[in-house]
């Protein structure tokens, strides 16, 4: 039997829908996604922390779930907010449907609620902190006060919460029709990647261009990291708000003194941005979709992008050694830097998602480039020092 | 679709129809809800019913129409209810991604959602109904006129609405009109944008039948209709009140009667005479419209028809053989009549009017025909109180006159005469509707330009194998082309090679005509021969070339042993069929002829008018000039 579900917005807005997870309630920062599919990985890209995703595509839950398609261990979404669940899903490799999936982790979410007035008001207001209650008995006062409780996203430091606490290794490569997962290629180089919330694409993404990759705790200082003495180390995305991250932002400081090349994506990329001297801020809705134009500023390219992020580098007091490679065509907000000083790099959007175009994915082998091309010069360097 | 429907009706699970269709469960789980759905409504009682349960079958798309089926009620009455409830469609913006950005466009679609994002302006409004989803017979003509209207108005200083539903038109292009309503032509739908928009006026003339049916009902719920009262457009589509205005008027109709069951048609039939066009009241594009030789043939008819549809009688009309079917276009402000243009049909009467090559002027009517065609066109717009446009299409047969139908709203030809005469008649027309006379506009007199423009259907015969190419009441084209010339034959020939038809310059010509044009084939043979054509026929035309002098092969029948007429078509040594059949089976005899001729790019007549033109085109052939629209505008306009 189906629950009744509110939605209740800071600014005291009312939806009324049904239950499609848990009964419960659960308070975040509500945001909307336009993309049309990829509704599980949304769910459970650690990026979503503490955030409520209305999906402004109608039709969510038509294939289910899987195991394969988790982008972490859990659900990391603070709640879903929907119009229309389907009567039935229906694909080959469903294993739940999306409310099976969404009760066995947890989740709360709402649909048949008006996903476009909900759209509209937070492209006009902005984001908005809400609250969904799920179940016999909704209390909107209840809810109302809860949404008006959350602090905001602004401050909030979340990779702290979503990181890994331990540090692992990583092998296993993209999935592929008909083959699964692959196996690891030969190995090349040794990677560490930074956990402010992996996805595990991009780790992926990594280990198919012969990374091997050890993951690593968002606190994990720089002198642990380089006494792993690797060739690269990559920077992950991540939820909330990059400022308060003092400690990854000293120890990318200390990273790229040391003249490893370096990889950003997302919160990784606004941390480098930050360790480079540069400013962050928060948007007024963020990015968060999967047809973003954004330009490659050096060849003129337009690139379709995923994007999704609340907090974005500020366009003011760049510093000198921050070149800007990429803008968003959308709002002109930058979405791509390099350092000129040593061999880091990072972009905003995300290279290893793939809802259709693979527009970005070129920027992993650029990584790979930096690697090899550093490890070819410090073998000539150290056979001119033998002769 | 239908049959999955009824495949739950009867009780099938998802999964059985699945095993059956392989149609994605997803999608079948959908049909199953929204037939399950069915079940639920059929045991309520409209009264007790509340605003959740009829807002829940609103979002699953249930018209109002659908659930006083179900309900066993009328869809007035269901209608009352819903609003009585307050459970009205929201009106949300086509924008570029999911409302991310803002959308500078006003282009709606209407679902019972929360928030409307209509906004509605003060104005003075004209919304004008488009023709919804083209079809053969409710054409990209309409659309034009519609997207007219709308140029015309906005003009004027209106706000424009437009209101349709194919993407594919230009009246959906969103800088059209101010507002588009994309929204399908249904008196539910139209009635809920007028409750938001509240026009001054709507115009329903110019899309066809589908916005004209409206007209009524939109009428009696208060919506105000511009232009030719609702009245007047029953009174033209009604058969009765029709016959008695032309009675009144003393005027002339090829003698008729209207069935309602099998006796009363064969009854009628038998008071008329045979052979009859025959078809159901309220269509377009001669839909179901057959040409029926006997009382077997409209037995026939009759037991299908009757399942068509229950409440529209069957009209039985007597057929002219031989007559030369004309349109006229007419405007009217209510008081003047401006003649859009006389067109005068190349096939004779029984081709459908959509299917039949034109001419404009006429090429065989005397002065005095074509002065009783305006005087009888003026009589029928202010009998009827036209405002607007109107088309009238008469038969005529020696010296009379008869009226087959008057259409008091906007005619494919509208946009051909326009051309022709280079006059925008369906803007004049939309003035009309606001008020603004003709002579206000300064619209006096006829343009009866001193070159021919013909009109030609365009076929789509070669992508539906199976489709036989005879013309009849049946309309089959899906285009049209116009050819210009100094002389007929020169716009003839130009529009046969515009739809894609080459005259030949010589080679072997097969004539086998039916019986009754057998007195008129010798002219058309005669000419073939003296241009150089070997003449190959059928034995009773070869006999009657024979008779005037011209010499013809005699060819073998189908049936009659081989090689036959296919035959030779098949070996590719024909460059030109004249052939016309008449009865069902000379239609059926000849079949493979038409089809062997097509595959074959043989350029065939299945008329022996058109092959008449068609010598006239060959005729004039080697003087074909190319004219500039321009140029032809100052000839008209001084």
Same mark, same amino acid.
């Given at each position: 039997m189906t629950q009744p579900a509110l939605l209740v917005l800071e600014d005291g807005s009312l939806f009324a829908g049904q239950s499609i997870g848990i009964s419960g309630h659960t308070v975040g920062e509500v945001v909307f996604n336009t993309?049309?599919?990829?509704?599980?990985?949304?769910?459970?890209?650690?990026?979503?922390?503490?955030?409520? #995703?209305?999906?402004?595509?109608?039709?969510?839950? *038509?294939?289910?779930? *899987?195991?394969?398609?988790?982008? %972490? %261990?859990?659900?990391? %979404?603070?709640?879903?907010?929907?119009?229309?669940?389907?009567?039935?899903?229906? *694909?080959?490799?469903?294993?739940?449907?999306?409310?099976?999936?969404?009760?066995?982790?947890? #989740? #709360?979410?709402?649909?048949?609620?008006?996903?476009?007035?909900?759209?509209?008001?937070?492209?006009?207001?902005?984001?908005? *902190?809400?609250?969904? #209650?799920?179940?016999?008995?909704?209390?909107? %006062?209840?809810?109302?006060?809860?949404?008006?409780?959350f602090p905001g996203l602004s401050g909030m430091d979340l990779a702290r919460e979503v990181t890994t606490p331990d540090t692992y290794k990583y092998s296993s490569g993209t999935w592929e029709l008909g083959a699964g997962f692959r196996a690891a290629a030969e190995t090349r180089f040794r990677v560490v990647a930074y956990d402010f919330g992996v996805k595990r694409n991009i780790l992926r993404m990594l280990v198919d261009r012969g990374c091997d990759l050890t993951v690593v705790p968002a606190t994990t200082p720089a002198a642990e990291v380089l006494a792993l003495n690797p060739d690269g180390v990559f920077l992950s995305n991540g939820p909330g708000d990059p400022e308060p991250c003092g400690y990854a932002i000293e120890a990318i400081g200390e990273l790229t003194s040391a003249g490893i090349p370096i990889f950003g994506i997302c919160l990784g990329h606004q941390l480098l941005a930050l360790a480079s001297g540069a400013r962050t801020m928060k948007m007024k809705f963020g990015h968060h979709g999967a047809n973003h134009p954004v330009q490659e500023l050096a060849s003129g390219r337009v690139m379709i992008t995923s994007q999704n992020h609340g907090f974005a580098m500020a366009d003011d007091d760049v510093p000198d050694r921050l070149k800007i490679t990429h803008r968003s065509l959308f709002d002109g907000t930058i979405q791509g830097v390099a350092r000129t000083d040593c061999p880091a790099f990072s972009f905003q959007g995300h290279p290893e998602a793939s809802p259709g175009p693979h527009d970005v994915a070129a920027l992993f082998d650029h990584f790979i480039q930096l690697m090899a091309s550093r490890g070819e010069a410090q073998a000539s360097g150290l056979s001119s020092q033998a002769t | 679709?239908?049959?999955?429907?009824?495949?739950?009706?009867?009780?099938?699970?998802?999964?059985?129809?699945?095993?059956?269709?392989?149609?994605?469960?997803?999608?079948?789980?959908?049909?199953?809800?929204?037939?399950?759905?069915?079940?639920?409504?059929?045991?309520?009682?409209?009264?007790?019913?509340?605003?959740?349960?009829?807002?829940?079958?609103?979002?699953?798309?249930?018209?109002?129409?659908?659930?006083?089926?179900?309900?066993?009620?009328?869809?007035?009455?269901?209608?009352?209810?819903?609003?009585?409830?307050?459970? /009205?469609?929201?009106?949300?913006?086509?924008?570029?991604?999911?409302?991310?950005?803002?959308?500078?466009?006003?282009?709606?679609?209407?679902?019972?959602?929360?928030?409307?994002?209509?906004?509605?302006?003060?104005?003075?409004?004209?919304?004008?109904? +488009?023709?919804?989803?083209?079809?053969?017979?409710?054409?990209?003509?309409?659309?034009?006129?519609?997207?007219?209207?709308?140029?015309?108005?906005?003009e004027d200083g209106y706000q424009t609405i437009m209101v349709n539903c194919n993407p594919e038109t230009v009246s959906t292009d969103y800088d059209t009109s101010d507002r588009l309503y994309f929204e399908p032509l249904t008196l539910e739908d139209v009635l809920e944008i007028c409750n938001t928009e509240t026009p001054a006026g709507v115009i329903v003339q110019y899309g066809g039948q589908t916005p004209l049916k409206l007209a009524k009902p939109l009428e009696q719920a208060g919506v105000p209709i511009i232009g030719t009262k609702p009245e007047s457009i029953d009174a033209a589509e009604d058969r009765e009140r029709f016959q008695a205005l032309i009675h009144e008027l003393g005027?002339?109709?090829?003698?008729?009667?209207?069935?309602?069951?099998?006796?009363?048609?064969?009854?009628?039939?038998?008071?008329? +005479?045979?052979?009859?066009?025959?078809?159901?009241?309220?269509?377009?594009?001669g839909?179901?419209?057959?040409?029926?030789?006997?009382?077997?043939?409209?037995?026939?008819?009759? /037991?299908?028809?009757?399942?068509?549809?229950?409440?529209?009688?069957?009209?039985?009309?007597?057929?002219?053989?031989?007559?030369?079917?004309?349109?006229?276009?007419?405007?009217?402000?209510?008081?003047?009549?401006?003649?859009? +243009?006389?067109?005068?049909?190349?096939?004779?009467?029984?081709?459908?009017?959509?299917?039949?090559?034109?001419?404009?002027?006429?090429?065989?009517?005397?002065?005095?025909?074509?002065?009783?065609? /305006?005087?009888?066109?003026?009589?029928?717009?202010?009998?009827?109180?036209?405002?607007?446009?109107?088309?009238?299409?008469?038969?005529?047969?020696?010296?009379?006159?008869?009226i087959l139908e008057v259409n008091p709203r906007a005619a494919r030809t509208v946009p051909f005469v326009s051309k022709a005469t280079l006059r925008p008649l369906a803007k004049i027309a939309a003035r009309c509707m606001v008020g603004k006379s003709l002579p206000e506009q300064g619209y006096t007199t006829e343009v009866v330009p001193d070159y021919y423009s013909v009109k030609e259907a365009v076929f789509p015969f070669i992508k539906f194998p199976g489709v036989d190419t005879v013309l009849g009441p049946e309309m089959k084209s899906t285009g049209e082309v116009m050819g210009v010339g100094r002389s007929f034959g020169e716009a003839f020939g130009k529009s046969q090679q515009a739809a894609g038809y080459t005259i030949p310059r010589g080679g072997t010509a097969f004539i086998s005509v039916r019986d009754e044009d057998q007195p008129a084939v010798a002219d058309v043979g005669r000419y073939l021969s003296e241009a150089g054509f070997r003449i190959l026929a059928t034995r009773g035309t070869a006999r009657e070339l024979a008779a005037a002098g011209v010499t013809a092969e005699k060819v073998n029948k189908v049936g009659e042993g081989r090689p036959d007429i296919v035959d030779i078509i098949k070996n590719d040594e024909i460059d030109l069929i004249v052939n016309t059949t008449s009865g069902k089976q000379s239609l059926k005899d000849s079949y493979t002829i038409r089809r062997e001729a097509l595959f074959h790019k043989v350029t065939y007549y299945t008329t022996l008018a058109s092959a008449r033109a068609a010598v006239q085109a060959h005729r004039q052939a080697g003087e074909l000039s190319v004219y500039k629209l321009q140029n032809l505008q100052h000839e008209v306009a001084a």
């Open positions: 993309a049309m599919t990829g509704y599980q990985e949304i769910l459970s890209d650690p990026s979503y922390a503490r955030q409520l #995703v209305t999906l402004t595509y109608p039709h969510i839950g *038509n294939t289910g779930a *899987n195991a394969e398609d988790m982008e %972490a %261990a859990r659900v990391h %979404a603070a709640g879903l907010i929907i119009r229309d669940l389907p009567e039935l899903a229906s *694909n080959w490799r469903m294993e739940q449907s999306l409310s099976e999936f969404m009760r066995a982790q947890g #989740v #709360v979410g709402i649909a048949d609620i008006d996903t476009r007035r909900l759209t509209r008001l937070l492209r006009e207001k902005g984001s908005q *902190n809400g609250c969904i #209650v799920a179940g016999a008995d909704c209390d909107q %006062a209840q809810a109302l006060q809860l949404a008006r409780e | 679709m239908w049959s999955i429907a009824d495949a739950f009706r009867a009780g099938m699970s998802t999964e059985e129809v699945f095993e059956c269709t392989h149609i994605d469960p997803w999608f079948l789980a959908q049909l199953h809800d929204l037939v399950n759905t069915e079940g639920e409504i059929a045991g309520q009682d409209l009264s007790q019913l509340d605003a959740d349960t009829m807002l829940r079958w609103k979002r699953k798309g249930f018209s109002d129409h659908r659930i006083a089926d179900l309900l066993d009620q009328t869809e007035d009455a269901v209608r009352a209810r819903r609003h009585a409830l307050e459970v /009205r469609p929201v009106f949300k913006r086509v924008d570029s991604c999911a409302a991310e950005f803002a959308s500078a466009t006003a282009y709606m679609y209407s679902t019972y959602e929360e928030e409307c994002e209509a906004q509605p302006e003060q104005a003075n409004k004209i919304m004008v109904l +488009g023709g919804g989803p083209n079809r053969i017979g409710q054409g990209i003509e309409f659309d034009y006129c519609c997207v007219h209207a709308a140029f015309a108005m906005r005027l002339l109709q090829p003698p008729n009667r209207t069935a309602t069951d099998t006796e009363t048609a064969i009854a009628g039939a038998e008071e008329i +005479g045979y052979p009859l066009v025959v078809r159901p009241s309220y269509v377009l594009g839909r179901a419209m057959e040409i029926v030789y006997d009382q077997e043939s409209l037995e026939e008819y009759m /037991r299908a028809a009757i399942q068509v549809s229950h409440e529209s009688p069957v009209l039985l009309d007597r057929f002219l053989n031989d007559a030369a079917e004309v349109d006229v276009d007419a405007v009217c402000d209510g008081e003047n009549v401006l003649i859009g +243009g006389i067109m005068e049909h190349i096939e004779e009467a029984g081709v459908h009017s959509g299917d039949s090559a034109c001419s404009l002027p006429p090429f065989s009517l005397t002065a005095e025909i074509q002065d009783a065609l /305006r005087t009888q066109t003026r009589e029928l717009a202010r009998a009827l109180n036209v405002v607007g446009l109107m088309n009238v299409q008469y038969a005529v047969k020696g010296d009379k006159i008869y």
